[in-house]
C-alpha cells in the first residue's frame, strides 16, 4: 500500500513538472486515445500521464496509464496505476476494467493450475468479478461462509435464468432472518480462467449493489489465497475431483 501512495504522489508532483501543458484534460484524453487505437503505446503513455497531472482523481485516466503501460510490458507500474484506479471510487464499469487488467496481468506469472483474479474492496468485503454462461458478467461478493452460490433476480432475469415452480425452493439464513429462495442451475459459472459446468445456484437478493454471491458450491472445488496489499484471489484446484453437487445437496449458508 504504501508503495501505491509513493506511486501516485509522484504522479502528482513530478509528471506536473515533466509534462506541463495547456491542453485540458479531455483534449489529452482524446489525443492519448488515437494514439492508442494507432498502437503507439509511449505517446498514449506520456498523453495520459499528463491527463492525471491534470485530473489525479480521475479514476478512468489512471486506468488508462495502466493499459499503455501494460502494453509496452512495464506490469509492476501497470499493475500500480490499476490499483490507483480501484482506490479513487471509479464508476463500475472502470473498477471492472482495472479488475480484468490486474488479471491479465497476474495470469501471465501464475503457477501453472493455479488462477489468479483480480478483487474489488468493498466495505470490509471482497468483490468477484464472475461470468455466467460464457458473456453475462457480474460483481459477486467471495463468502467462505455462504454453502451456495446466490445469483440476484434481477440478474437472473437479464440472462435469463429460469427457476423451478418452487416445491425445490432452498431455505436460506440471512442477516433478516429465515427465507426461501428458487433453486435453479447455470450453465456455467467462470472466475477467471476457473469455470464449472451445471452448477446449482439459489436465485435471492444478495445485498445492495451486487449481483450474487460466491458461495461454496463453487469455492469448495479451489484453496483460496486472499492477497490483501494486491487486491488478488488466487484459486487452485484440489488435487482430487469432487463429486458433482445437485440441488438437493444445498445446505442452509451460515449468512
Request: hydrophobic share 50%.
Given at each position: 500500500m504504501r508503495r501505491i501512495f509513493g506511486f501516485l504522489a509522484?504522479?502528482?508532483?513530478?509528471?506536473?513538472?515533466?509534462?506541463?501543458?495547456?491542453?485540458?484534460?479531455?483534449?489529452?484524453?482524446?489525443?492519448?486515445?488515437?494514439?492508442y487505437e494507432r498502437r503507439d503505446y509511449v505517446e498514449a503513455l506520456?498523453?495520459?500521464?499528463?491527463?492525471?497531472?491534470?485530473?489525479p482523481a480521475e479514476a478512468r485516466f489512471h486506468y488508462l496509464r495502466g493499459q499503455a503501460l501494460a502494453h509496452l510490458g512495464m506490469r509492476t507500474s501497470a499493475a500500480d496505476a490499476f490499483q490507483v484506479s480501484l482506490l479513487l471510487e471509479p464508476t463500475s464499469d472502470v473498477a471492472r476494467d482495472a479488475i480484468a487488467g490486474l488479471a491479465g496481468l497476474a495470469l501471465a506469472t501464475a503457477p501453472d493450475g493455479d488462477v489468479v483474479v483480480g478483487l474489488e474492496q468493498g466495505a470490509g468485503v471482497w468483490i468477484v468479478p464472475?461470468?455466467?454462461?460464457?458473456?453475462?458478467?457480474?460483481?459477486?461478493?467471495?463468502?467462505t461462509g455462504s454453502s451456495v452460490v446466490v445469483v440476484a433476480p434481477a440478474f437472473a432475469a437479464s440472462i435469463p435464468l429460469a427457476s423451478g415452480d418452487g416445491t425445490d425452493a432452498v431455505e436460506l439464513q440471512t442477516l433478516g432472518g429465515r427465507t426461501r429462495g428458487a433453486s435453479a442451475?447455470?450453465?456455467?459459472?467462470?472466475?477467471?480462467?476457473?469455470?464449472?459446468?451445471?452448477?446449482?445456484?439459489?436465485?435471492?437478493?444478495?445485498?445492495p449493489g451486487l449481483d450474487g454471491i460466491l458461495g461454496n458450491t463453487f469455492l469448495s472445488h479451489y484453496r483460496l489465497t486472499v492477497d490483501s496489499d494486491r487486491r488478488q484471489l488466487t484459486?487452485?484446484?484440489?488435487?482430487?475431483?469432487?463429486?458433482?453437487?445437485?440441488?438437493?445437496?444445498?445446505?442452509?449458508?451460515?449468512?
Open positions: 509522484g504522479v502528482l508532483v513530478g509528471q506536473w513538472l515533466v509534462f506541463g501543458s495547456a491542453l485540458s484534460p479531455a483534449d489529452l484524453h482524446s489525443r492519448a486515445a488515437a494514439a506520456r498523453l495520459w500521464s499528463q491527463a492525471v497531472s491534470l485530473q464472475i461470468v455466467i454462461n460464457g458473456v453475462h458478467q457480474g460483481r459477486f461478493l467471495l463468502d442451475t447455470v450453465a456455467s459459472l467462470r472466475v477467471g480462467t476457473a469455470e464449472l459446468h451445471e452448477l446449482p445456484v439459489v436465485i435471492h437478493d444478495p445485498g484459486l487452485r484446484p484440489l488435487a482430487r475431483p469432487l463429486v458433482q453437487v445437485r440441488s438437493s445437496d444445498f445446505a442452509t449458508p451460515d449468512r
